[in-house]
């Protein structure tokens, strides 16, 4: 049951990065996350809904062009903590950027996230 109410909240975030204007994207982030949701980005942390929607029309003005943004995992949610992985990609090119997200849940919606973009490489000996 976790599992599930975490997807909602997690496939509502990234359906603002595909929204068909830029006008949805406050109403979608809005359903997802807490108004106080911490978010650890490619940049730094920042704090408030409208910090992730900067990030999020961000992403839509990607150099590469516009793409899309797609879940590629299950919603892995133990307790209140969930993990999912995601593809941004062209319309052009295919995949551009993937990643990893880990997101904490308040009363269902996202109150803290973590942004890990790219693959781990595996390490030397």
Do not use: C, K
């Amino acid at each position: 049951m976790r599992e599930h109410t975490a997807q909602g909240a997690i496939d509502i975030f990234l359906s603002a990065f595909n929204a068909s204007t830029d006008a949805y994207v406050t109403d979608l982030i809005s359903q997802a996350l807490t108004p106080d949701v911490v978010f650890w980005g490619p940049l730094g942390r920042s704090e408030g809904v409208e910090a992730v929607e900067r990030f999020v029309m961000e992403m839509r003005r990607h150099p590469a062009g516009p793409g899309t943004m797609v879940r590629t995992s299950v919603v892995d949610a133990p307790g209140e903590w969930a993990r999912y992985q995601w593809v941004y990609s062209t319309y052009d090119d295919g995949p551009r950027l993937t990643g990893t997200d880990v997101v904490h849940l308040r009363n269902n919606l996202i109150d803290q996230m973590i942004v890990f973009a790219g693959d781990v490489s595996p390490r030397s000996s």
